[in-house]
């Protein structure tokens, strides 16, 4: 049930993809829901749900009995249907959970409590109680996450639960995460159970077992087998096997295999790079504030952020990098090149950087960065609302911007996207809701298997009745070339600028326990109207290339 430190187990169990169908197993479970991947992965990759009913009941308060059964269950561990002895007072021992509860007794998951001899089958529970539980039951060291700061705003350092909580947050387990309340009362459901188990999976904590022959066939394959002799090889035989750092080559196994996808916007993240990348997403750190990427050899700068020492240096979208400090940097790792380019407030560090063939020195003093996410101001009656990134949070800001322009009467609205780099795509959500009318149709994606679907604006859709103007440029990548696109299609907005940067795949970051995350291209996009942004990026209705008169023509047409 523990996540193996073996080599092999890692391999295999590393990462569990998600289950898609296009038939749904229960009619009361379809594939817009958030547990809709969880519920079909339990129903037919490792059956662990029913199906001979043809509802799911997801949000049924989940009882004592039926969740230990779940639990143990989704380790593929075999319960026989027997006459068992318990000593809770109200089992008789050959109920249909009798067995779940004597198991879980023998592994310590729960205790017998003599001055309460009680079990309870029909009692419901909370979320605090169930991770603890099913951390047992995989034998997930809560513990490792003391020192760390708890993210969850609700959980204090003197909670009973609280190095739990942090490890769902980690491994976000829990749907809604990313509230950063973690609710540790809330009575869990049969879909969030199922839901917190599903995504245990995802991020390697299974109950895999390597038998003999199944080692050998991973032997017999050519890629697995080389694999494992090199690393068992260097193991073994290794003439400094002091300097060996078995973590260290995972890690570098893993860098490779994300590495050999060829694809710019996946990485394996090593802890204190992964700790980066989520500080430059809550817009607070220290560094010269660049988004960059690695594509055909080069380290190119997908973003400067606003106001960073990178945006005032005036260092641009797809300028590339070639050396740091001196340092050619073609042959490093993208974890080599984020090293070299981090660093305290203060300090300085020197960028060769290639723009259209023209190599140029740039020094530039490291900062601290605070990037606002949304800012806004009224030019002759417009609404002027610049959004620089789409965060976890971001939308509050989108929001406190709009009831000030509105306030105002305004003639019509300029989104400035320029340099937005994107962000996660629900947020983007948020923002197109105020100008398309409910369950519009915002943008569509296709997943790896195939299947795809349509993500819809939650409306109300009030803003659909300002003349609205979008401004992008060569750094509005991702999520803000969606909402360009969006806008364009369904509000009849207009689009000033130069072609964005042409980012059409979706990631997902998955967070290890160890504070390592894997970032991988999950999905692919397209506008409502089957537009793909891959290779020229969203082109504007009105080509401008000098940033104040883009502004100024987006005014302009915003009045009309």
Known sequence: MKKSTSIAVFILTLFVTGFNSVFASFSDVVPQSLFYNAVEYFSNEIPIISVDRDKFRPLDKINKAEFLKLVISSGNTGIKQIQVEVPYEDINGDEWFAPYVDRALELGIIEYNKEDPYFRPGETINR????????????IDADMVSDLEKDYFDVSESDYFAN???????????????????????????????????????AGFINTTITPSDYTAIRESDSYGIFLDVYNTIISE???????????????AISGMVTSLADPY??????????????SLSGSFDGI??????????????TPLKGSPAEKAGLKPNDIITHVDET?????????????????????VTLKIKRNSISKDYTLTRAHIDVPFVEWEMKNGVGVIYYYQFTSNSHYQFIDALNSVTSQNPKGLVIDLRNNPGGYLYSAQQMISRFLPKNETFVTVELADGYSYNDVSYGPGDLGKYKTVVLINEGTASASEIIALALKEKTGAQIVGTNSFGKNKIQEVISYIDGSSLKLSIAKWTSPNGISVNPDGVIPDIQIEDETLQLDKAISLAIR
């Open 128 to 139: 605090a109680d169930g991770l603890i539980y099913i951390f047992k039951y995989y034998e």
């Open 164 to 202: 739990e909580s942090q490890v769902a947050y980690i491994l976000e387990l829990l749907s809604d995460y990313k509230s950063r309340y973690f609710s540790p009362y809330k009575e869990l459901t049969r879909a969030e159970t199922i839901n917190i188990l599903y995504n245990l999976h995802k």
């Open 238 to 252: 290794y003439i400094d096997k002091s300097s060996i750092d078995e973590r260290n080559l995972i890690y570098g």
């Open 266 to 279: 996946s990485a394996f993240m090593l802890p204190q790079d992964s700790q980066m990348f989520q500080e």
């Open 289 to 302: 504030g660049v988004y960059i990427i690695y594509e055909n050899g080069n380290y190119i700068i997908q």
């Open 328 to 348: 050619d940097i073609s042959n490093m790792t993208f974890d080599q090149v984020v090293d070299l380019l981090r660093g305290p407030s203060g300090t300085s």
